[in-house]
């Protein structure tokens, strides 16, 4: 089983829906959890952390569900903008960065 | 402030060259990280360093090296290319990680193709 999955999409929604991502993990050591955007033929980029308490920014919401061991981002009022790749990233500490990529989940907004 | 900056952008080798990939970040970060991106695959670990003179093996280290000779570079080379380093190549850096996760900054990408 791999450490980090997540539905490779593509999800295609319209401006404006409501779209949600979830990514499953299987080590239980894990620690930190977090979420990257990728744009096509870009480097990732840290979109926000994920707390245990859940935690907002903006239009996204991201939660973790330790017992199920699972992290989720809810993206409201979907903009064009926000057409990309998020990935699923992990951290299980440890002295230097034990750090696991997902495969991502692709996005595209239409119009 | 640049950032994390890579050079080359692109390359094509021939099986059996060599080349070495550069890595700059002008944040003067203690860690530093080079990681290869395929298509399903992620972002897999192949070297990374934890400040200027050290280095240590990721999870992809087969058929690479690296150097850090200076806080603020890290290269990545290739002795021998084959054709399964045909990838995008992706440098990192971050402050200080000790237990926890600090932010990882990534360069821009340098697409290789090996023919």
Redesign the interface.
């Known amino acids: 089983r791999k450490e980090?999955e997540q539905d490779?999409g593509p999800f295609n929604v319209p401006e404006g829906a409501t779209v949600a991502f979830n990514c499953t993990y299987s080590n239980s050591a894990s620690?930190?959890f977090?979420w990257y955007r990728q744009d096509c033929?870009?480097?990732?980029?840290?979109l926000m952390s994920v707390y245990s308490s859940g935690n907002e920014d903006g239009r996204f919401t991201a939660q973790l569900n330790r017992a199920s061991q699972y992290i989720s981002l809810l993206i409201r009022d979907s903009k064009l903008s926000d057409s990309a790749t998020y990935?699923c990233v992990l951290?299980r500490?440890?002295?230097?960065?034990k750090?696991?990529?997902?495969?991502?989940t692709k996005l595209q907004v239409i119009p | 402030n640049a950032g994390v900056t890579q050079t080359p952008k692109f390359r094509v080798l021939k099986t059996g060259q060599s080349m070495t990939l550069l890595c700059a970040q002008d944040m003067n970060h203690e860690?530093m990280?080079w990681?290869r991106q395929d298509p399903?695959?992620?972002?897999r670990?192949i070297h990374?360093s934890?400040g200027e003179g050290t280095t240590?093996k990721g999870e992809v280290p087969d058929g690479y090296n690296v150097s850090r000779l200076k806080k603020q570079n890290f290269l990545l080379g290739l002795e021998s290319a084959a054709p399964s380093q045909t990838s995008v190549y992706?440098c990192a850096s971050?402050d200080l990680?000790?237990?926890?996760?600090?932010?990882?900054f990534?360069?821009?990408?340098t697409r290789l193709t090996v023919l």
């Open positions: 980090v490779p620690q930190s977090f033929r870009k480097e990732p980029k840290l990935l951290s500490g440890g002295g230097y960065q750090v696991t990529f997902g495969t991502g | 860690y990280y990681y399903g695959m992620g972002l670990l990374y934890v240590a992706f971050s990680g000790g237990g926890n996760y600090n932010e990882q990534f360069g821009p990408g």
